[in-house]
């Protein structure tokens, strides 16, 4: 058995996909088990070529393992040690993973802080003897999903608050590609319901555009793999976007998107990020002044390089 942890949510899931597609190449008759929290699955189903999900919602849950030592443990979820040593606990006859002495390993290549994330797992895997290609990051199509097609989806939502973009932001977006045609949905999860039916009404949306809490990560999926296009922050969404090829604005602020964002040599796919640094506030936290810096016409300016290289690679195929 091959087991591999990646322990973290969808965007890092999604990151992960060509080198979850090069250890199933790798090792073709090996049972492939994934060590990720139990909501991810829908999820898993769609990148394919796992064969078991391992529940695991992050390094401080008991792994519970019960079955015999895999063969090779895999660790795709960062540089170590606490990482490693959860792997070393269910007593892999080898762990491939990046060298840490803290951990007692040494047998495997440097961490680089400044790649990006996909690049990162393919280069741990190449290392050891695993081809892995960092552009197989296609996710598989959701199947009878009831969600639109062709809807625009406006994401305002992020767990970490040093990476949302301003709300009235967000809606005065939602409001400029509503006036353009484009059939606005705003997406979030079911704590940030609030958020986008705020958004939805600044918009002047119809209530019904409001998602947010009504889907499922499978149905989430569906309505990113059948979207005109996605606007959102660093988060999951964006992801996915990518993974489905759909068009996408992505705006960053504290995470680079030199190790975070779209791929290059995708056009479809275009990162906005302001100029500033973290600024602390009075309460000890800090808000990022780089996505703040970013104004509502630098996004639409994206959305219209997009919808441009969407129209002149259709006139091409045409």
Not at 9 to 24: F, N, S
Not at 145 to 151: E, I, L, Q
Not at 212 to 229: F, M, N, S, W
């Amino acid at each position: 058995m091959i087991l591999v942890l990646r322990a973290l949510g969808v965007g890092d899931l999604a990151t992960a996909v060509p080198a979850l597609r090069g250890l199933r190449a790798a090792y073709p008759d090996r049972e492939l088990a994934l060590l990720a929290p139990a909501w991810l699955g829908p999820l898993v189903d769609l990148v394919g070529g796992v064969d078991r999900l391992v529940p695991l919602d992050g390094l401080d849950a008991d792994v519970g393992w019960s079955g015999p030592p895999p063969t090779v443990a895999v660790n795709l979820h960062g540089r170590g040690p606490r990482s490693h040593r959860l792997l070393a606990d269910v007593g892999a006859a080898r762990l491939v993973a990046f060298s840490c002495p803290q951990a007692g390993h040494t047998d495997g290549p440097e961490w680089d802080g400044t790649e990006h994330e996909v690049r990162r797992w393919c280069r741990l895997l190449h290392w050891y003897g695993v081809p892995a290609d960092p552009c197989d990051l296609a996710l598989r199509r959701p199947v009878g999903a009831g969600v639109p097609d062709g809807t625009t989806v406006v994401h305002p939502g992020t767990k970490v608050e040093a990476k949302r973009w301003p709300a009235q932001r967000f809606a005065a977006v939602a409001a400029a590609l509503g006036a353009r045609g484009h059939r606005v949905v705003v997406t979030g999860s079911a704590a940030e319901r609030d958020l986008a039916g705020w958004v939805t009404d600044r918009a002047g949306l119809p209530p019904g555009a409001v998602l947010a809490g009504r889907t499922d990560l499978a149905e989430l999926a569906a309505l990113v793999a059948r979207a005109r296009l996605v606007v959102s922050g660093d988060t999951g969404v964006a992801h996915l976007a990518t993974g489905y090829g759909t068009p996408s604005v992505v705006l960053f602020g504290p995470e680079s998107p030199q190790v975070w964002g779209p791929p290059p040599g995708r056009p479809w796919h275009r990162v906005v990020r302001g100029a500033g640094q973290d600024c602390p506030t009075a309460d000890g936290e800090s808000t990022d002044l780089r996505l703040v810096s970013v104004q509502v016409e630098e996004v639409l300016a994206a959305v219209d390089e997009v919808e441009r290289t969407v129209r002149r690679a259709g006139a091409v195929a045409a």
